[in-house]
T-cell receptor, first 114, second 114 residues
């Protein structure tokens, strides 16, 4: 069975600083990996996804993530955060068989220091 | 193209009552999934419908049920509400039902059980 761990519950970074949110997964085969963002009172928005191929994935809003099979990680990065990036970020792992068989991590809340 | 819409956005019920939530997927999407989000349990998969058939089901009691109509719109029903059912209920739609199909989330219905 697949599982996802986001070890950081809450992270605060200064505006303009770089960001890395950690995600570790467990899955027997090659996973499908996702990062979603949720702003307060909103649903989830897909930032990026990895299915295969290039291990460095570019997403929306200037985010990128790198799939490292040896470390079972899929960390999310952004070189310079903006105040509008304050939100909750969810890493998720899915399977080839179904779009809905997706397991979400517990989320990391990102706060931005002015 | 309009996104996923959910109605109502907010709902207050009392214990023992039942509730029906509605989800209209993105036009052309045939798969609709439902998730429950709570601070304690995070995002948990409820069930998925594809072409009016329930394809996958999460680990929730039988009080939680759903259906999908021929136009892909979906409803979920919770009977005999309990305090613990208070949550944000998210609906997501995808074009098909493979692992590579991106799920697009609606804004959710905030259910409060008193």
């Amino acid at each position: 069975a697949q599982s996802v761990t986001q070890p950081d519950i809450h992270i605060t970074v200064s505006e303009g600083a770089s960001l890395e949110l950690r995600c570790n997964y467990s899955y027997g085969a090659t996973p499908y990996l996702f990062w979603y963002v949720q702003s307060p009172g909103q649903g989830l928005q897909l930032l990026l996804k990895y299915f295969s191929g290039d291990t460095l994935v570019q997403g929306i809003k200037g985010f990128e993530a790198e799939f490292k099979r040896s470390q079972s990680s899929f960390n999310l990065r952004k070189p310079s955060v903006h105040w509008s990036d304050a939100a909750e970020y969810f890493c998720a792992v899915g399977t080839y068989s179904s779009a809905s068989k997706i397991i979400f991590g517990s989320g990391t809340r990102l706060s931005i220091r002015p | 193209k309009a996104g996923v819409t959910q109605t109502p956005r907010y709902l207050i019920k009392t214990r023992g009552q039942q509730v029906t939530l509605s989800c209209s997927p993105i036009s052309g999407h045939r798969s609709v999934s439902w998730y429950q989000q709570t601070p304690g349990q995070g995002l948990q998969f409820l069930f998925e419908y594809f072409s009016e058939t329930q394809r996958n089901k999460g680990n929730f009691p039988g009080r939680f049920s759903g259906r999908q109509f021929s136009n892909s719109r979906s409803e979920m029903n919770v009977s005999t509400l309990e305090l613990g059912d208070s949550a944000l209920y998210l609906c997501a739609s995808s074009l098909q039902d493979t692992g590579k199909d991106t799920q697009y989330f609606g804004p959710g219905t905030r259910l409060t059980v008193l």
